[in-house]
């Protein structure tokens, strides 16, 4: 993957916790911010004689992955619930353990108020049981991800068209408050080709009761992104993909105001802002 330079302020988001610590393991961290929503790339140097790198944050297991020999990387995602405050990062390698204080700085998501079918908003009795099994089926997608890394290159935009709706914006549809928004919201015309924004192998390609027709890429250790409201599908379930072949095309389906493409991300668990990723593994002109 090569070495991305470092944000110039990433010295200010650690505070080290003090601890027995080894100076063979060196822990930086390049992230666009260090709030709720975003995704931090942890870059780990340790001895050539390391062959395993254990990573916990959130109380959740890190799955590092080496990029050279003493390097390795880990994405550590901050979900959009989480609290401010100093959370703990703990980096396993040959042997040592270096513990640092990540500081979680708050942040204020704005409210939008959105006229939708009443069917979205207080769905029918008929309709329970297929939102029963879409919820039971992505409970099981998250927890689905291949052990090795599926990606290689960087990650790409999945269409050219400007993101239209903030990630973490808490909805309010037909005037009863609903989840926050867990995308990025592109608002491209219907029939716009989406493009895989990273090679993986997909898990979900079905229509579902609110996302309507979904597309969901596992690219390994953890990370997902899911594509929502599409008009048709260009993979089916089980197909491996790489960077940049079409997956579908925009549309209107499932829950939705107009034509656009949903990208939601996740990582390891935590809900992330899919611009957030692309700021820490995107193509530099993204």
């Known amino acids: 993957m090569g070495t991305r330079p ?11 916790v003090y601890a027995a610590q080894s100076p063979a393991v060196t822990v930086d961290v390049d992230a666009r911010s260090v709030q709720p929503g975003e995704v ?22 890190i799955q590092a992955f080496a990029v050279g020999e003493g390097r390795w990387e880990a994405l550590v995602g901050i979900d959009l619930d989480v609290k401010p405050g100093p959370a703990i990062v703990t980096v396993d390698a040959g042997g040592a353990r270096v513990t640092r204080e990540l500081a979680v700085k708050p942040k204020t998501f704005r409210t939008r108020r959105l006229t939708v ?8 009795p008929s309709a329970e049981a297929r939102i029963e099994a879409d919820a039971k089926l992505l409970a099981r997608t998250w ?30 549809f037909n005037g009863l408050p609903r989840n ?9 015309p219907a029939g716009t080709i ?20 979904t597309v969901v890429i596992d690219h390994g250790l953890g990370l997902f992104s899911m594509f929502a409201h599409l ?16 997956i579908g095309r ?7 105001t107009g034509p656009h493409l949903h990208w939601a991300v996740r990582a390891n668990g935590a809900r992330v802002d899919p611009l957030s990723l692309l700021a820490v593994l995107g193509k530099r002109d993204e």
Not at 117 to 124: I, M
């Open 117 to 124: 079918d009443p069917d979205f908003v207080t769905p029918p």
């Open 231 to 246: 008009s048709a599908f260009d993979v089916h379930e089980g197909d491996r993909v790489e960077n940049r072949v079409p």
């Open 40 to 61: 931090v790339l942890l870059a780990i140097g340790t001895p050539a004689s390391a062959h395993e790198v254990r990573v916990r944050a959130f109380n959740r297991a």
């Open 143 to 172: 927890e689905s991800s291949a052990a090795e890394r599926l990606w290689s290159t960087p990650f790409s935009r999945p269409v050219t068209d400007p993101a239209n709706s903030a990630f973490g914006t808490r909805s309010i």
């Open 250 to 256: 925009v549309g209107a389906t499932g829950r939705v």
């Open 6 to 16: 470092l944000i110039a302020c990433a010295a200010v988001l650690w505070s080290t």
């Open 194 to 213: 989406v493009h895989a924004p990273n090679a993986g192998r997909i898990l979900v390609a079905r229509d579902l009761y609110y996302s309507g027709n």
């Open 180 to 188: 926050a928004h867990g995308g990025a919201d592109f608002l491209s």
